[in-house]
Protein backbone atom coordinates (compact mmCIF):
# COMPACT_ATOMS: atom_id res chain seq x y z
CA UNK A 1 0.00 0.00 0.00
CA UNK A 2 1.34 3.56 -0.99
CA UNK A 3 2.65 5.89 1.78
CA UNK A 4 -0.30 8.89 1.34
CA UNK A 5 2.43 12.09 1.06
CA UNK A 6 1.97 15.70 2.14
CA UNK A 7 0.68 18.53 4.99
CA UNK A 8 -1.98 17.82 7.43
CA UNK A 9 -3.92 19.65 5.80
CA UNK A 10 -3.60 18.41 2.19
CA UNK A 11 -4.35 14.92 3.94
CA UNK A 12 -7.27 15.83 5.49
CA UNK A 13 -8.40 17.53 1.84
CA UNK A 14 -7.49 14.20 -0.07
CA UNK A 15 -10.38 12.47 2.62
CA UNK A 16 -12.85 14.71 1.36
CA UNK A 17 -12.14 15.60 -2.36
CA UNK A 18 -12.56 12.94 -5.15
CA UNK A 19 -8.80 12.31 -6.39
CA UNK A 20 -9.36 13.47 -9.37
CA UNK A 21 -10.89 16.74 -8.33
CA UNK A 22 -8.48 17.52 -5.97
CA UNK A 23 -4.11 16.97 -6.64
CA UNK A 24 -3.00 18.87 -3.95
CA UNK A 25 -3.37 22.53 -4.89
CA UNK A 26 -3.62 25.32 -2.34
CA UNK A 27 -7.69 26.37 -1.62
CA UNK A 28 -7.77 29.86 -2.18
CA UNK A 29 -10.74 31.90 -3.12
CA UNK A 30 -10.58 30.90 -6.81
CA UNK A 31 -9.60 27.16 -6.93
CA UNK A 32 -12.10 26.33 -3.88
CA UNK A 33 -14.85 27.43 -6.35
CA UNK A 34 -13.37 25.93 -9.20
CA UNK A 35 -13.38 22.08 -6.86
CA UNK A 36 -16.52 22.82 -5.67
CA UNK A 37 -18.00 23.46 -9.22
CA UNK A 38 -16.41 20.57 -10.42
CA UNK A 39 -17.93 18.55 -7.52
CA UNK A 40 -21.27 20.05 -8.53
CA UNK A 41 -20.74 18.80 -12.15
CA UNK A 42 -18.98 15.67 -11.86
CA UNK A 43 -20.13 14.30 -8.01
CA UNK A 44 -23.62 15.61 -7.68
CA UNK A 45 -24.72 12.99 -5.17
CA UNK A 46 -22.15 14.05 -3.52
CA UNK A 47 -21.92 17.61 -3.22
CA UNK A 48 -24.00 17.98 0.28
CA UNK A 49 -21.80 15.28 2.06
CA UNK A 50 -18.73 16.68 0.82
CA UNK A 51 -19.74 20.83 1.17
CA UNK A 52 -20.19 19.91 5.15
CA UNK A 53 -17.31 17.29 5.64
CA UNK A 54 -15.12 20.54 4.26
CA UNK A 55 -17.83 23.29 6.34
CA UNK A 56 -16.69 20.81 9.60
CA UNK A 57 -13.17 20.52 8.68
CA UNK A 58 -12.92 24.50 8.50
CA UNK A 59 -14.64 24.55 12.04
CA UNK A 60 -12.04 21.94 13.58
CA UNK A 61 -9.06 23.87 11.87
CA UNK A 62 -10.27 27.17 13.41
CA UNK A 63 -11.54 26.06 16.93
CA UNK A 64 -8.96 23.45 17.90
CA UNK A 65 -5.81 23.57 15.70
CA UNK A 66 -4.70 27.38 16.85
CA UNK A 67 -3.43 27.39 13.52
CA UNK A 68 -5.66 30.99 12.74
CA UNK A 69 -4.79 32.72 16.28
CA UNK A 70 -3.03 36.04 16.64
CA UNK A 71 -1.78 37.92 18.71
CA UNK A 72 -0.49 41.61 19.41
CA UNK A 73 2.71 40.38 17.60
CA UNK A 74 1.19 40.25 14.38
CA UNK A 75 -0.07 43.65 14.60
CA UNK A 76 2.90 45.83 15.01
CA UNK A 77 3.19 48.27 12.16
CA UNK A 78 5.32 46.79 9.36
CA UNK A 79 8.97 47.77 8.74
CA UNK A 80 8.05 49.02 5.03
CA UNK A 81 5.08 51.16 6.71
CA UNK A 82 7.19 53.03 9.36
CA UNK A 83 9.90 53.80 6.81
CA UNK A 84 7.18 55.17 3.88
CA UNK A 85 5.84 57.19 7.13
CA UNK A 86 9.43 59.24 7.57
CA UNK A 87 9.58 59.87 4.18
CA UNK A 88 6.59 60.80 3.26
CA UNK A 89 6.04 62.99 6.42
CA UNK A 90 9.23 64.67 4.91
CA UNK A 91 7.83 65.21 1.88
CA UNK A 92 4.59 66.46 3.12
CA UNK A 93 6.70 69.43 5.36
CA UNK A 94 8.15 70.40 1.78
CA UNK A 95 4.97 71.05 0.29
CA UNK A 96 3.81 72.93 3.71
CA UNK A 97 6.38 75.29 3.77
CA UNK A 98 6.25 75.91 -0.50
CA UNK A 99 4.93 79.41 -0.68
CA UNK A 100 5.05 79.22 -4.71
CA UNK A 101 2.13 77.09 -3.74
CA UNK A 102 -1.65 78.32 -3.40
CA UNK A 103 -4.08 76.59 -1.25
CA UNK A 104 -5.67 74.44 -4.22
CA UNK A 105 -2.79 73.21 -5.51
CA UNK A 106 -0.75 72.01 -2.11
CA UNK A 107 -4.10 70.24 -1.26
CA UNK A 108 -4.31 68.33 -4.66
CA UNK A 109 -0.13 67.70 -4.52
CA UNK A 110 -1.06 65.78 -1.04
CA UNK A 111 -3.31 63.97 -2.39
CA UNK A 112 -1.59 62.70 -4.74
CA UNK A 113 1.37 62.11 -3.35
CA UNK A 114 -0.13 59.84 -0.11
CA UNK A 115 -1.90 57.99 -3.09
CA UNK A 116 0.94 57.27 -4.56
CA UNK A 117 2.97 56.01 -1.92
CA UNK A 118 -0.36 53.83 -0.29
CA UNK A 119 -1.12 52.23 -3.51
CA UNK A 120 2.35 50.59 -3.50
CA UNK A 121 2.61 50.18 0.45
CA UNK A 122 -0.61 47.65 0.65
CA UNK A 123 0.71 45.17 -1.68
CA UNK A 124 4.48 45.18 0.34
CA UNK A 125 2.77 45.05 3.36
CA UNK A 126 0.75 42.07 2.20
CA UNK A 127 4.33 40.89 1.14
CA UNK A 128 6.54 41.27 3.94
CA UNK A 129 3.68 39.76 6.50
CA UNK A 130 3.24 36.53 4.76
CA UNK A 131 7.37 36.17 4.13
CA UNK A 132 6.91 36.50 8.07
CA UNK A 133 4.10 33.75 8.35
CA UNK A 134 1.71 36.14 9.94
CA UNK A 135 -1.75 34.46 10.06
CA UNK A 136 -3.43 37.44 8.77
CA UNK A 137 -1.85 37.34 5.51
CA UNK A 138 -2.40 33.68 5.20
CA UNK A 139 -6.21 34.55 5.74
CA UNK A 140 -6.03 36.77 3.04
CA UNK A 141 -4.61 34.06 0.24
CA UNK A 142 -6.65 31.50 1.26
CA UNK A 143 -10.76 31.47 1.12
CA UNK A 144 -11.35 33.68 3.99
CA UNK A 145 -12.45 37.09 3.98
CA UNK A 146 -11.06 40.68 4.18
CA UNK A 147 -8.47 42.11 1.64
CA UNK A 148 -5.30 44.18 1.29
CA UNK A 149 -6.66 47.22 2.59
CA UNK A 150 -8.34 45.73 5.85
CA UNK A 151 -4.72 44.17 6.74
CA UNK A 152 -3.18 48.18 5.88
CA UNK A 153 -5.33 49.65 7.93
CA UNK A 154 -3.86 47.02 10.91
CA UNK A 155 -0.44 47.22 10.19
CA UNK A 156 0.20 50.40 8.07
CA UNK A 157 -2.49 52.94 7.42
CA UNK A 158 -6.09 53.68 5.88
CA UNK A 159 -3.78 56.95 4.29
CA UNK A 160 -6.50 58.81 3.23
CA UNK A 161 -10.57 59.35 3.33
CA UNK A 162 -13.56 60.82 1.80
CA UNK A 163 -16.07 62.51 2.78
CA UNK A 164 -19.99 61.48 1.85
CA UNK A 165 -19.84 63.12 -2.09
CA UNK A 166 -16.55 61.42 -2.40
CA UNK A 167 -13.90 64.36 -2.10
CA UNK A 168 -10.97 62.84 -0.92
CA UNK A 169 -9.26 64.35 2.53
CA UNK A 170 -6.10 66.05 2.14
CA UNK A 171 -5.41 64.80 6.20
CA UNK A 172 -3.42 61.69 5.62
CA UNK A 173 -3.70 59.24 8.49
CA UNK A 174 -0.30 57.96 9.32
CA UNK A 175 -0.61 56.22 12.13
CA UNK A 176 -2.31 52.29 11.90
CA UNK A 177 -5.31 51.05 14.17
CA UNK A 178 -3.03 48.61 16.63
CA UNK A 179 -1.46 52.38 17.09
CA UNK A 180 -4.03 54.30 17.71
CA UNK A 181 -5.20 57.65 15.49
CA UNK A 182 -3.88 61.22 16.38
CA UNK A 183 -6.76 63.61 17.51
CA UNK A 184 -6.91 65.08 13.86
CA UNK A 185 -6.64 61.35 12.14
CA UNK A 186 -9.49 60.37 13.87
CA UNK A 187 -11.38 63.58 13.40
CA UNK A 188 -10.32 62.41 9.40
CA UNK A 189 -11.59 58.97 10.04
CA UNK A 190 -15.29 60.01 10.82
CA UNK A 191 -15.82 61.54 7.44
CA UNK A 192 -15.51 58.00 6.39
CA UNK A 193 -17.64 56.48 8.69
CA UNK A 194 -20.44 58.56 7.71
CA UNK A 195 -19.68 58.34 4.16
CA UNK A 196 -20.27 54.36 4.63
CA UNK A 197 -23.37 54.96 6.32
CA UNK A 198 -25.00 57.49 4.13
CA UNK A 199 -23.94 55.13 1.23
CA UNK A 200 -25.51 51.85 3.18
CA UNK A 201 -28.72 53.57 3.05
CA UNK A 202 -28.58 54.45 -0.48
CA UNK A 203 -26.78 51.54 -1.41
CA UNK A 204 -30.16 49.48 -0.05
CA UNK A 205 -32.31 51.50 -2.89
CA UNK A 206 -30.07 51.31 -5.24
CA UNK A 207 -29.51 47.17 -4.49
CA UNK A 208 -33.09 46.62 -5.25
CA UNK A 209 -33.66 48.54 -7.72
CA UNK A 210 -31.21 47.33 -10.12
CA UNK A 211 -31.97 43.85 -8.76
CA UNK A 212 -35.66 44.11 -9.78
CA UNK A 213 -34.64 45.61 -13.40
CA UNK A 214 -32.63 42.20 -14.46
CA UNK A 215 -35.72 40.33 -13.02
CA UNK A 216 -38.18 42.12 -14.93
CA UNK A 217 -35.80 41.87 -18.32
CA UNK A 218 -35.38 37.91 -18.01
CA UNK A 219 -38.46 37.04 -15.94
CA UNK A 220 -39.87 35.18 -19.56
CA UNK A 221 -36.89 33.19 -19.91
CA UNK A 222 -38.55 30.13 -18.83
CA UNK A 223 -37.60 26.66 -19.89
CA UNK A 224 -40.49 25.13 -22.40
CA UNK A 225 -39.08 22.19 -23.32
CA UNK A 226 -35.19 19.88 -23.70
CA UNK A 227 -34.77 21.17 -27.40
CA UNK A 228 -36.65 22.48 -30.30
CA UNK A 229 -39.03 19.24 -31.94
CA UNK A 230 -37.06 19.81 -35.36
CA UNK A 231 -32.81 20.83 -35.83
CA UNK A 232 -32.51 24.38 -37.04
CA UNK A 233 -32.31 25.61 -40.66
CA UNK A 234 -28.96 27.33 -40.07
CA UNK A 235 -26.40 27.03 -37.79
CA UNK A 236 -26.93 28.55 -34.70
CA UNK A 237 -25.03 29.51 -31.47
CA UNK A 238 -22.35 31.28 -29.99
CA UNK A 239 -18.82 31.76 -30.71
CA UNK A 240 -16.36 31.67 -27.53
CA UNK A 241 -13.20 31.30 -26.26
CA UNK A 242 -12.29 27.62 -25.22
CA UNK A 243 -10.64 28.63 -22.33
CA UNK A 244 -13.71 30.95 -21.52
CA UNK A 245 -15.77 29.52 -18.77
CA UNK A 246 -17.28 26.58 -20.99
CA UNK A 247 -17.67 23.74 -18.30
CA UNK A 248 -21.34 22.47 -18.36
CA UNK A 249 -22.22 24.51 -21.86
CA UNK A 250 -23.64 22.46 -24.90
CA UNK A 251 -21.75 22.30 -28.20
CA UNK A 252 -23.73 23.63 -30.88
CA UNK A 253 -22.14 21.68 -33.68
CA UNK A 254 -19.84 18.46 -34.19
CA UNK A 255 -16.30 19.38 -33.05
CA UNK A 256 -13.02 17.68 -32.89
CA UNK A 257 -14.81 14.31 -32.88
CA UNK A 258 -17.40 15.13 -30.46
CA UNK A 259 -21.13 15.59 -31.78
CA UNK A 260 -23.35 18.60 -31.15
CA UNK A 261 -25.11 18.80 -28.03
CA UNK A 262 -22.38 17.45 -26.05
CA UNK A 263 -22.48 18.43 -22.65
CA UNK A 264 -18.45 20.19 -22.21
CA UNK A 265 -16.32 19.09 -19.24
CA UNK A 266 -13.13 20.02 -18.34
CA UNK A 267 -11.62 16.68 -19.59
CA UNK A 268 -13.43 17.13 -23.18
CA UNK A 269 -12.29 20.93 -23.60
CA UNK A 270 -8.28 19.92 -22.55
CA UNK A 271 -9.10 17.30 -25.20
CA UNK A 272 -10.63 19.93 -27.65
CA UNK A 273 -7.97 22.31 -27.07
CA UNK A 274 -4.96 19.45 -27.86
CA UNK A 275 -6.41 19.07 -30.81
CA UNK A 276 -5.80 22.97 -31.60
CA UNK A 277 -9.24 24.45 -31.45
CA UNK A 278 -9.29 27.47 -30.42
CA UNK A 279 -12.39 28.91 -30.60
CA UNK A 280 -15.87 27.06 -30.11
CA UNK A 281 -19.67 27.39 -30.94
CA UNK A 282 -21.93 26.84 -27.87
CA UNK A 283 -25.52 27.22 -27.42
CA UNK A 284 -26.77 29.50 -26.26
CA UNK A 285 -29.93 31.74 -25.12
CA UNK A 286 -28.45 34.75 -26.81
CA UNK A 287 -28.63 32.86 -30.40
CA UNK A 288 -32.05 30.64 -30.09
CA UNK A 289 -35.27 30.18 -28.22
CA UNK A 290 -38.59 28.95 -28.12
CA UNK A 291 -41.72 31.01 -30.42
CA UNK A 292 -43.39 32.05 -26.74
CA UNK A 293 -40.16 33.93 -25.67
CA UNK A 294 -39.09 31.26 -23.52
CA UNK A 295 -35.54 29.00 -23.87
CA UNK A 296 -34.56 25.82 -24.30
CA UNK A 297 -32.51 23.23 -21.80
CA UNK A 298 -29.83 22.67 -23.92
CA UNK A 299 -29.67 26.25 -24.48
CA UNK A 300 -28.86 26.81 -20.67
CA UNK A 301 -26.36 23.93 -20.46
CA UNK A 302 -25.81 22.31 -16.90
CA UNK A 303 -26.48 24.72 -13.82
CA UNK A 304 -25.44 24.59 -10.25
CA UNK A 305 -27.74 21.39 -9.80
CA UNK A 306 -25.32 19.55 -11.86
CA UNK A 307 -28.28 18.99 -14.40
CA UNK A 308 -29.84 20.18 -17.05
CA UNK A 309 -32.54 22.57 -16.13
CA UNK A 310 -36.19 20.90 -15.87
CA UNK A 311 -39.35 22.32 -18.18
CA UNK A 312 -40.91 25.16 -16.28
CA UNK A 313 -38.26 26.15 -14.45
CA UNK A 314 -37.42 30.19 -14.26
CA UNK A 315 -33.81 30.25 -15.35
CA UNK A 316 -34.32 34.21 -16.18
CA UNK A 317 -35.14 35.16 -12.62
CA UNK A 318 -32.52 32.94 -10.79
CA UNK A 319 -29.69 34.31 -13.73
CA UNK A 320 -30.70 38.12 -12.71
CA UNK A 321 -30.76 37.27 -8.88
CA UNK A 322 -27.59 35.75 -9.77
CA UNK A 323 -26.48 38.86 -11.01
CA UNK A 324 -27.97 41.16 -9.23
CA UNK A 325 -27.09 39.62 -5.59
CA UNK A 326 -23.57 39.87 -5.49
CA UNK A 327 -23.44 42.93 -6.81
CA UNK A 328 -25.83 44.39 -4.01
CA UNK A 329 -23.94 42.76 -1.08
CA UNK A 330 -20.94 44.38 -2.19
CA UNK A 331 -22.48 47.43 -1.99
CA UNK A 332 -23.90 47.01 1.22
CA UNK A 333 -20.10 45.74 2.14
CA UNK A 334 -18.83 49.28 0.95
CA UNK A 335 -19.64 50.10 4.59
CA UNK A 336 -16.62 48.25 5.99
CA UNK A 337 -14.30 50.25 4.39
CA UNK A 338 -14.85 52.87 6.62
CA UNK A 339 -15.12 55.74 3.99
CA UNK A 340 -11.42 54.75 3.19
CA UNK A 341 -10.36 56.43 -0.78
CA UNK A 342 -10.01 53.58 -3.08
CA UNK A 343 -10.95 51.09 -1.08
CA UNK A 344 -14.51 50.46 -2.40
CA UNK A 345 -15.32 50.15 -5.98
CA UNK A 346 -18.56 48.40 -6.18
CA UNK A 347 -20.65 51.93 -6.20
CA UNK A 348 -18.44 52.83 -9.08
CA UNK A 349 -19.12 49.56 -10.45
CA UNK A 350 -23.05 50.07 -9.58
CA UNK A 351 -22.86 53.43 -11.80
CA UNK A 352 -21.22 51.63 -14.87
CA UNK A 353 -23.39 48.47 -14.96
CA UNK A 354 -26.43 50.65 -14.11
CA UNK A 355 -25.62 52.56 -17.23
CA UNK A 356 -25.63 49.38 -19.37
CA UNK A 357 -29.15 48.28 -18.72
CA UNK A 358 -30.24 51.76 -18.84
CA UNK A 359 -28.54 52.87 -21.67
CA UNK A 360 -28.96 57.04 -21.12
CA UNK A 361 -29.16 59.24 -24.18
CA UNK A 362 -25.79 60.46 -22.22
CA UNK A 363 -23.46 58.20 -20.20
CA UNK A 364 -21.25 59.35 -17.66
CA UNK A 365 -17.79 58.47 -18.59
CA UNK A 366 -18.49 57.50 -21.89
CA UNK A 367 -16.45 56.95 -25.20
CA UNK A 368 -17.07 57.30 -28.71
CA UNK A 369 -18.75 55.13 -31.35
CA UNK A 370 -18.15 55.18 -34.64
CA UNK A 371 -21.45 56.04 -36.84
CA UNK A 372 -19.82 55.01 -40.29
CA UNK A 373 -18.05 52.38 -42.01
CA UNK A 374 -14.75 53.46 -43.32
CA UNK A 375 -11.02 53.74 -42.49
CA UNK A 376 -10.06 57.03 -40.55
CA UNK A 377 -8.96 59.39 -42.42
CA UNK A 378 -7.90 62.22 -40.29
CA UNK A 379 -6.71 62.16 -36.21
CA UNK A 380 -6.67 66.35 -34.97
CA UNK A 381 -7.05 68.01 -32.02
CA UNK A 382 -9.91 70.03 -31.77
CA UNK A 383 -10.08 74.09 -31.03
CA UNK A 384 -12.03 74.22 -27.71
CA UNK A 385 -10.15 70.94 -26.42
CA UNK A 386 -10.90 66.96 -26.89
CA UNK A 387 -9.80 65.71 -30.61
CA UNK A 388 -11.82 64.98 -33.96
CA UNK A 389 -11.05 61.73 -35.33
CA UNK A 390 -12.68 61.56 -39.30
CA UNK A 391 -14.18 58.20 -40.29
CA UNK A 392 -14.48 57.89 -44.10
CA UNK A 393 -14.31 62.15 -43.71
CA UNK A 394 -17.40 61.85 -41.31
CA UNK A 395 -16.39 63.91 -38.07
CA UNK A 396 -16.70 62.23 -34.83
CA UNK A 397 -16.00 64.04 -31.46
CA UNK A 398 -13.78 62.80 -28.67
CA UNK A 399 -14.46 64.57 -25.59
CA UNK A 400 -11.49 66.05 -23.40
CA UNK A 401 -10.03 63.27 -21.07
CA UNK A 402 -10.24 60.05 -23.56
CA UNK A 403 -8.05 58.99 -26.30
CA UNK A 404 -8.60 58.08 -29.71
CA UNK A 405 -7.87 54.27 -29.99
CA UNK A 406 -7.58 54.12 -33.43
CA UNK A 407 -4.68 55.92 -35.70
CA UNK A 408 -5.00 56.90 -39.10
CA UNK A 409 -5.41 54.21 -42.40
CA UNK A 410 -6.99 51.72 -39.58
CA UNK A 411 -10.61 50.92 -40.70
CA UNK A 412 -13.15 50.71 -38.56
CA UNK A 413 -17.23 49.50 -38.23
CA UNK A 414 -19.97 51.67 -37.16
CA UNK A 415 -20.76 50.79 -33.91
CA UNK A 416 -16.89 50.57 -32.85
CA UNK A 417 -15.66 52.60 -30.12
CA UNK A 418 -13.35 54.58 -30.99
CA UNK A 419 -12.22 56.02 -28.02
CA UNK A 420 -11.38 54.87 -24.60
CA UNK A 421 -14.36 55.08 -21.72
CA UNK A 422 -17.59 53.15 -21.30
CA UNK A 423 -19.49 51.90 -24.04
CA UNK A 424 -23.33 52.31 -24.80
CA UNK A 425 -24.44 49.16 -26.00
CA UNK A 426 -27.49 50.85 -27.52
CA UNK A 427 -25.22 52.34 -30.16
CA UNK A 428 -24.22 48.35 -31.07
CA UNK A 429 -27.54 46.84 -31.19
CA UNK A 430 -28.40 50.10 -33.49
CA UNK A 431 -25.54 49.42 -35.82
CA UNK A 432 -24.40 45.91 -35.51
CA UNK A 433 -28.01 44.45 -34.86
CA UNK A 434 -29.65 42.20 -32.02
CA UNK A 435 -27.21 38.92 -32.10
CA UNK A 436 -23.98 40.91 -32.32
CA UNK A 437 -25.32 43.32 -29.49
CA UNK A 438 -26.06 41.01 -27.03
CA UNK A 439 -22.54 39.43 -27.20
CA UNK A 440 -21.04 42.88 -27.07
CA UNK A 441 -23.12 43.40 -23.73
CA UNK A 442 -22.26 40.07 -22.79
CA UNK A 443 -18.31 40.77 -23.08
CA UNK A 444 -18.67 44.41 -21.31
CA UNK A 445 -21.27 43.48 -18.60
CA UNK A 446 -18.68 40.65 -17.97
CA UNK A 447 -15.72 43.20 -17.83
CA UNK A 448 -16.97 45.59 -15.70
CA UNK A 449 -18.14 42.57 -12.88
CA UNK A 450 -14.62 41.15 -13.47
CA UNK A 451 -12.96 44.50 -12.26
CA UNK A 452 -15.46 44.83 -9.21
CA UNK A 453 -14.52 41.48 -8.23
CA UNK A 454 -18.15 40.20 -8.68
CA UNK A 455 -18.21 36.59 -9.72
CA UNK A 456 -20.93 35.43 -11.69
CA UNK A 457 -21.26 32.33 -14.28
CA UNK A 458 -21.55 33.52 -17.76
CA UNK A 459 -24.74 31.78 -19.01
CA UNK A 460 -26.35 33.92 -16.40
CA UNK A 461 -25.11 37.41 -18.58
CA UNK A 462 -26.31 35.47 -21.67
CA UNK A 463 -29.84 35.24 -20.12
CA UNK A 464 -29.48 38.97 -19.35
CA UNK A 465 -28.31 39.82 -22.70
CA UNK A 466 -31.44 37.93 -24.24
CA UNK A 467 -34.08 39.58 -21.77
CA UNK A 468 -32.43 43.16 -22.19
CA UNK A 469 -31.88 42.90 -25.89
CA UNK A 470 -34.85 42.21 -27.54
CA UNK A 471 -36.87 44.74 -29.48
CA UNK A 472 -36.91 46.08 -32.78
CA UNK A 473 -38.76 48.92 -34.06
CA UNK A 474 -41.15 49.26 -36.81
CA UNK A 475 -40.07 51.40 -40.03
CA UNK A 476 -42.71 50.54 -42.48
CA UNK A 477 -46.58 49.84 -41.90
CA UNK A 478 -47.17 45.81 -41.19
CA UNK A 479 -50.87 44.63 -40.36
CA UNK A 480 -52.30 46.77 -37.50
CA UNK A 481 -48.46 48.09 -36.55
CA UNK A 482 -47.52 51.24 -37.19
CA UNK A 483 -43.90 52.48 -38.01
CA UNK A 484 -42.77 53.52 -34.79
CA UNK A 485 -44.47 50.82 -33.45
CA UNK A 486 -41.92 48.20 -30.90
CA UNK A 487 -42.21 44.64 -31.27
CA UNK A 488 -40.35 41.33 -29.40
CA UNK A 489 -37.76 40.51 -31.93
CA UNK A 490 -37.77 36.90 -30.37
CA UNK A 491 -41.34 36.55 -31.49
CA UNK A 492 -40.99 37.70 -35.03
CA UNK A 493 -38.26 35.84 -35.17
CA UNK A 494 -39.87 32.51 -35.45
CA UNK A 495 -42.56 34.05 -37.79
CA UNK A 496 -40.58 35.56 -40.04
CA UNK A 497 -39.96 34.22 -43.63
CA UNK A 498 -37.32 35.63 -46.26
CA UNK A 499 -38.92 38.37 -48.43
CA UNK A 500 -39.82 37.89 -52.18
CA UNK A 501 -36.06 38.97 -54.15
CA UNK A 502 -33.74 37.27 -51.17
CA UNK A 503 -30.53 35.34 -52.82
CA UNK A 504 -28.34 32.53 -51.31
CA UNK A 505 -24.73 33.23 -51.56
CA UNK A 506 -21.58 32.94 -50.08
CA UNK A 507 -20.75 35.55 -47.03
CA UNK A 508 -17.36 37.40 -48.98
CA UNK A 509 -20.82 37.97 -51.84
CA UNK A 510 -23.18 39.15 -49.15
CA UNK A 511 -20.74 42.43 -47.92
CA UNK A 512 -23.44 45.20 -47.72
CA UNK A 513 -26.42 42.88 -47.20
CA UNK A 514 -28.50 42.26 -44.86
CA UNK A 515 -29.50 38.73 -43.27
CA UNK A 516 -32.62 37.29 -43.86
CA UNK A 517 -32.06 34.10 -41.39
CA UNK A 518 -30.38 33.90 -38.37
CA UNK A 519 -27.13 32.30 -38.58
CA UNK A 520 -24.56 31.63 -35.58
CA UNK A 521 -25.62 34.37 -33.11
CA UNK A 522 -26.56 36.66 -35.44
CA UNK A 523 -29.95 38.45 -36.36
CA UNK A 524 -32.74 38.78 -39.02
CA UNK A 525 -31.65 41.98 -40.65
CA UNK A 526 -28.11 42.71 -39.64
CA UNK A 527 -25.63 44.30 -42.28
CA UNK A 528 -23.20 41.87 -43.33
CA UNK A 529 -19.76 43.43 -42.76
CA UNK A 530 -15.91 41.89 -42.91
CA UNK A 531 -15.51 41.32 -39.55
CA UNK A 532 -18.13 38.82 -39.81
CA UNK A 533 -17.11 36.64 -42.22
CA UNK A 534 -14.27 35.45 -39.30
CA UNK A 535 -17.08 33.56 -37.86
CA UNK A 536 -18.66 32.74 -41.21
CA UNK A 537 -15.57 30.73 -42.44
CA UNK A 538 -14.37 29.76 -38.94
CA UNK A 539 -17.56 27.54 -38.44
CA UNK A 540 -18.03 26.52 -42.13
CA UNK A 541 -21.12 28.30 -43.35
CA UNK A 542 -20.47 28.61 -46.97
CA UNK A 543 -24.03 30.15 -48.42
CA UNK A 544 -26.53 32.54 -46.66
CA UNK A 545 -29.70 34.10 -46.99
CA UNK A 546 -29.48 37.95 -48.09
CA UNK A 547 -31.63 40.72 -49.15
CA UNK A 548 -30.53 43.98 -50.73
CA UNK A 549 -32.96 45.94 -48.80
CA UNK A 550 -32.96 47.22 -45.51
CA UNK A 551 -35.80 44.87 -43.15
CA UNK A 552 -38.80 46.57 -42.49
CA UNK A 553 -37.58 47.01 -38.87
CA UNK A 554 -34.63 48.54 -37.00
CA UNK A 555 -32.81 46.84 -33.98
CA UNK A 556 -33.25 49.23 -31.12
CA UNK A 557 -32.45 48.44 -26.80
CA UNK A 558 -34.74 49.12 -24.49
CA UNK A 559 -33.77 50.60 -21.32
CA UNK A 560 -34.58 48.06 -18.64
CA UNK A 561 -36.86 50.53 -16.86
CA UNK A 562 -39.28 50.69 -19.84
CA UNK A 563 -38.54 46.78 -20.92
CA UNK A 564 -42.26 45.89 -19.64
CA UNK A 565 -44.00 48.82 -20.94
CA UNK A 566 -43.49 47.04 -24.62
CA UNK A 567 -44.74 43.58 -23.31
CA UNK A 568 -47.72 41.79 -25.22
CA UNK A 569 -48.98 40.87 -22.15
CA UNK A 570 -51.16 43.90 -20.66
CA UNK A 571 -50.99 42.64 -17.39
CA UNK A 572 -47.43 41.45 -17.27
CA UNK A 573 -46.49 45.42 -18.25
CA UNK A 574 -48.46 46.19 -14.58
CA UNK A 575 -45.01 44.35 -13.14
CA UNK A 576 -43.19 46.64 -14.44
CA UNK A 577 -42.93 51.01 -14.55
CA UNK A 578 -44.58 53.24 -16.86
CA UNK A 579 -48.11 51.79 -15.15
CA UNK A 580 -50.29 54.40 -17.00
CA UNK A 581 -48.96 54.41 -20.44
CA UNK A 582 -48.83 50.52 -20.54
CA UNK A 583 -52.52 50.00 -19.38
CA UNK A 584 -53.81 52.97 -21.81
CA UNK A 585 -51.81 51.51 -24.86
CA UNK A 586 -53.12 48.00 -24.03
CA UNK A 587 -56.24 49.31 -23.98
CA UNK A 588 -55.97 51.12 -27.23
CA UNK A 589 -54.89 48.14 -28.95
CA UNK A 590 -57.85 45.95 -27.29
CA UNK A 591 -54.70 43.63 -25.90
CA UNK A 592 -55.46 40.71 -23.78
CA UNK A 593 -53.81 38.55 -21.35
CA UNK A 594 -52.40 34.96 -21.44
CA UNK A 595 -52.04 33.31 -18.15
CA UNK A 596 -50.19 30.08 -19.77
CA UNK A 597 -47.38 32.10 -21.46
CA UNK A 598 -43.92 32.57 -20.38
CA UNK A 599 -44.71 35.40 -18.20
CA UNK A 600 -46.10 34.17 -14.47
CA UNK A 601 -47.61 37.89 -13.44
CA UNK A 602 -51.06 36.72 -15.19
CA UNK A 603 -51.03 33.73 -13.70
CA UNK A 604 -50.19 34.51 -10.12
CA UNK A 605 -52.76 37.50 -10.77
CA UNK A 606 -55.49 35.03 -11.58
CA UNK A 607 -54.81 32.80 -8.58
CA UNK A 608 -53.74 29.48 -11.22
CA UNK A 609 -51.77 26.80 -9.92
CA UNK A 610 -47.97 26.47 -11.12
CA UNK A 611 -47.99 23.37 -10.95
CA UNK A 612 -50.82 22.53 -13.09
CA UNK A 613 -49.89 24.90 -15.47
CA UNK A 614 -48.36 22.63 -18.67
CA UNK A 615 -45.93 24.56 -21.32
CA UNK A 616 -47.58 25.67 -24.79
CA UNK A 617 -46.76 23.04 -27.57
CA UNK A 618 -44.40 24.76 -30.21
CA UNK A 619 -45.36 24.90 -34.01
CA UNK A 620 -44.05 22.65 -36.40
CA UNK A 621 -43.45 24.96 -38.59
CA UNK A 622 -42.89 29.16 -38.96
CA UNK A 623 -45.39 31.36 -40.57
CA UNK A 624 -43.96 34.34 -42.76
CA UNK A 625 -44.35 37.65 -41.12
CA UNK A 626 -47.91 39.06 -43.23
CA UNK A 627 -50.32 41.23 -41.76
CA UNK A 628 -52.35 38.14 -40.10
CA UNK A 629 -49.20 37.77 -38.10
CA UNK A 630 -48.48 40.49 -37.01
CA UNK A 631 -52.17 41.65 -36.20
CA UNK A 632 -52.41 42.82 -32.22
CA UNK A 633 -55.25 44.18 -31.39
CA UNK A 634 -57.00 41.77 -29.72
CA UNK A 635 -54.77 39.22 -28.94
CA UNK A 636 -51.76 41.81 -27.77
CA UNK A 637 -48.98 38.99 -29.21
CA UNK A 638 -47.52 38.51 -32.27
CA UNK A 639 -48.61 34.85 -33.05
Given at each position: ?123 DIFKESDEEGNPLAAQLKGAGRGNEFNLAALRGSDGLYEDHRGRT ?92 NTVLTPKIIQHIKNKGVKRLLVRSPISSGSPNGGVYARDIGIREF ?127 GIGEGRRYFLSKFRDALKIGNVRTDRRNVELLARGLIDHVRLTKE ?162
Amino acid sequence: MAKATGTLGQLWLRSILPPDIYHGQPLDKKTLSEVLSRVAQEYPDKYKEITFQLNQLGRHSAYFTGGNSFGLSHLRKAKVARKNRELLQHQIDGLMDDDSLDPKARREKIIELVRKVLDTERKDIFKESDEEGNPLAAQLKGAGRGNEFNLAALRGSDGLYEDHRGRTLPVPVMRSYSEGLTPMEYLASTFGARKGIIETKFSVADAGFFGKQLVQAAHRLRVEALDRDTTPDTLLGLPVEIDDENTGAVLAQDTAGYPRNTVLTPKIIQHIKNKGVKRLLVRSPISSGSPNGGVYARDIGIREFGRLPVVGEMVGITGGQAVGEPLSQGMLGGKHSGGVAGASKTQSLYDVVNQMIQVPSVIKGGGTHARVDGAITRVEPAPAGGTYVYVDNERHFVAPGFNPVYKKGDVVEAGDMISDGLPNPAVVVQHKGIGEGRRYFLSKFRDALKIGNVRTDRRNVELLARGLIDHVRLTKEVGDFVPDDVVKYSVLEHNYKPRAGFQTVPPQKAVGKYLERPYLHYSIGTKIKPSMLRDFDEFKISNIDVHDDEPPFEPEMVRAMTNLRYDPDWMTRQFGSYLKDGLLEATHRGSSSDQLGTSFVPALAKGINFVNVQPKPEPTSAKPVTESVLKPPRSGILK
